[in-house]
């Protein structure tokens, strides 16, 4: 591997955090540079880039589980005509605006 792979690995990975190390093989060899999806991780780390997963967030704050709580205790004993009435109107409004 020239000393120019390493520079190109890093380019690349900069413009596009989230690439493979199959798909910068594929880019290297597009520039006659063949290398194993190993030496490619391996470069990487040793340049400092490292695979990470990014953190998951939860679905749901606590904030937000309280509101759902609050509405659903409010709307335990709304009669069902009333939920009828609000999926005609969220129906009428998804024709009308949606031209379906």
Known sequence: MTARAPRRMLNEVKKTPSVSAKDLQKYLAHANIFVDTSTI???????????????????????????????????????QHYWQNILDIYSLWVCCFTGI
């Open 41 to 79: 991780r391996k470069t990487l780390n040793k340049n400092g880039v490292h695979g990470r997963t990014p953190r998951r967030k939860p679905l749901l704050s606590k904030k937000n589980i309280a509101a759902r709580l609050k509405f659903a205790k409010e709307h335990l004993d709304v009669p």
